[in-house]
């Protein structure tokens, strides 16, 4: 029965807290006047997208963003994509990162037509502005797109991979995370009237100041923290018998 009090104290820890781990609001940049209002913790691969939607922004609404991620392999490359015209990487206007063989951090823009042609090229963005650093173990990218007058909704992909081969970036793996780098930006916010369509977590707090997350992204780690504890809470009960 000893054994019962600690599991039972850190499965009601997983409950109440669904950001046990590192979430896109604690993350900070050391640059000066970089800032963004929004932040999304995506769901695979590690990555975080942190962003500013000015939709005052002449002649065009703009977009900023820093998405981090670790590259597959500390040699390898991350992406962040946009995809005007469908949700997953064919069509993707992507932003790619990564280390040359004399160590500086360089960032490209490929025009993604499909998984066979990966092309080096302007994006149907306009690209304002871009850069890309590594930083503790993470690659940052750091961007400022010009956007459409309608976008309210963007379809983004993230991906990772292990390496770079001739400043070209080599096949990712194929795994469920790298399939599932996918999801919508969601630019104007549906509001205090979205409810959470599933119940059994406590209400994630909302954020204050920087990084609000949206509903799914909180839903999602919730999900996961009460399945974590609900494992917890099933062992402890074993033990504890
Ligand atoms: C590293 O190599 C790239 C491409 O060859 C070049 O553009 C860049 O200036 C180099 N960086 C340094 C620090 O030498
Ligand atoms: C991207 O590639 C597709 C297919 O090759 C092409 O139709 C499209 O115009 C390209 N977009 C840009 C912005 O270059
Ligand atoms: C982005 O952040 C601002 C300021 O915190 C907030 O008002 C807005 O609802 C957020 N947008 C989304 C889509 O979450
Ligand atoms: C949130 O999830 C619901 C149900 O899964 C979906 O219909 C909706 O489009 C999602 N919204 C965003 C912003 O991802």
Not at 4 to 24: D, G
Not at 129 to 140: L, Q, V, W
Not at 172 to 193: C, I, Y
Request: include cysteine; charge should be positive.
């Amino acid at each position: 029965m000893a054994s019962f009090i600690p599991f039972f104290f850190i499965t009601m820890a997983l409950l109440i807290s669904p950001a046990y781990s590192l979430t896109c609001t604690s993350q900070t940049f050391t640059q000066k006047n970089t800032r963004f209002t929004n932040c999304t913790d995506l769901p695979v691969l590690k990555a975080y997208l942190h962003w500013t939607y000015d939709s005052t922004a002449k002649p065009k609404p703009t977009l900023s963003v820093a998405f981090i991620a670790p590259p597959a392999k500390p040699d390898g490359w991350v992406a962040w994509a946009l995809n005007p015209t469908g949700t997953g990487m064919a069509g993707a206007q992507s932003l790619l990162a990564f280390k040359e063989s004399n160590g500086s951090v360089v960032l490209k823009t490929y025009n993604i037509s499909s998984y066979s042609s990966i092309v080096q090229s302007k994006l149907f963005y306009d690209v304002l502005d871009k850069k890309a650093e590594f930083s503790g173990g993470s690659m940052r990218i750091f961007a400022k797109l010009a956007l459409p007058n309608d976008a309210t909704e963007l379809n983004q992909v993230w991906q990772v991979g292990a390496a770079v081969k001739n400043g070209m970036p080599e096949k990712h793996d194929f795994g469920p995370d790298n399939l599932n780098s996918k999801g919508t930006l969601s630019l104007v916010s549906e509001a205090a009237t979205a409810t959470p369509t599933l119940a059994p977590a406590p209400a994630p707090t909302s954020g204050s100041g920087i990084g609000g997350q949206n509903g799914n992204e909180s839903g999602g780690s919730s999900r996961i923290g009460v399945h974590v504890a609900f494992v917890l809470l099933f062992a402890s009960l074993l033990l504890g018998f």
